[in-house]
């Protein structure tokens, strides 16, 4: 569970997420306080806040994991995920409806906020999968683009890719789906069977996406690269452009993995919810769509995930 706190509140025993400041004054992520100098140089940075997880060290009243007050373990990891994720969805509704809307984009905020969902994801990935799974039509664009982004981190990790481009990576996984709020929503939430006509609206939002994001210069292009192109298969068959492997970028193949994976095992009107299982199984057997290297990666990613 993650939690922010002052800067002038953390102590040795915490465990850091991530600290809100730009890399160049503080790269380190992912750690447990347990020096002063690390202490210092937290507190040398501009940041005001610090994100820290509570499952994996200190909370901000000094009490250890197994010292606060008992409760099922799974229990509890459901709850905390749960509330997570209802909350990042709401905030990650608000910053779609500024850019929906023409207003300013705060990269820095988009950054934290995905470092923040990434950490929810690599600390509770079978967690954070059962939860998503789950979703009311109202919230399905936002809380798919949180589960994307959460697993377009932790496999951009396994394939060791560094932090920047991992941050990006988790950006443009929220992102990635903003075409769909220019759909008319009884399109976009229709139970029944689409017509030709609404299946057309609804293959547009990649474009549409990519256009929106385009007036935003600040965003690196592989997010507008990754909100264009997500639905692209390796053989051409895909949309909107029609391109083949050759064209398509490691992190775009990566992006479609993930975003295909999360549709399949999430329950929507339309259809059951499959297994992950099923869900590798049918993406691996189609190497003519999907990259077999993330396929499989993904499928090891999702195998060893921890449950706190």
């Known amino acids: 569970m993650l939690v922010k706190i002052a800067k002038d509140r953390i102590r040795k025993g915490m465990f850091v997420e991530s600290v809100a400041c730009p890399s160049r004054e503080f790269a380190q992520r992912r750690f447990l306080i347990k020096t002063d100098a690390e202490l210092n140089d937290i507190m040398a940075t501009s940041a005001v806040e610090v994100s820290i997880n509570v499952l994996l060290g200190l909370d901000p009243d000094g009490r250890a994991p197994e010292a606060r007050p008992s409760k099922s373990k799974s229990d509890r990891a459901r709850a905390e ?41 690599s600390d509770s990935t079978v967690v954070a999968l059962e939860v998503t799974r789950l979703k009311s039509k109202d919230e399905t664009t936002y809380v798919h683009s949180l589960a994307v982004s959460g697993m377009m981190t932790l496999l951009a990790r396994s394939l060791e890719m560094d932090e920047e481009t991992t941050g990006i990576l988790g950006v443009a996984g929220m992102l990635h789906d903003i075409g769909k709020l220019l759909i008319p929503s009884e399109i976009l939430t229709k139970p029944g069977k689409l017509t030709d006509q609404e299946r057309l609206v609804i293959r ?16 690196p292009p592989v997010v507008l690269d990754i909100c264009r192109l997500h639905h692209e298969a390796l053989d051409g068959s895909g949309y909107p452009l029609g391109l083949k492997q050759k064209d398509l970028s490691v992190p775009v193949r990566l992006s479609t993995v993930c975003d295909v994976f999360e549709a399949l095992t999430s329950v929507r009107p339309y259809k059951r919810p499959w297994t992950s299982t099923e869900a590798l199984d049918w993406m691996f057997a189609r190497p003519h769509f999907f990259d077999r290297k993330m396929v499989i990666r993904l499928g090891s990613v999702i195998a060893d995930a921890p449950l706190h």
């Open 204 to 219: 547009n939002h990649p474009e549409a996406g990519y256009r929106l994001l385009q007036s935003y210069p600040d965003l």
């Open 81 to 121: 995920v749960r509330n997570e994720i209802s909350q990042s969805a709401k905030a990650l509704k608000a910053s779609l409806g500024d850019l929906v809307a023409g207003r300013s984009v705060d990269m820095a905020h988009l950054t934290q906020a995905a470092e923040d969902n990434a950490g929810i994801w």
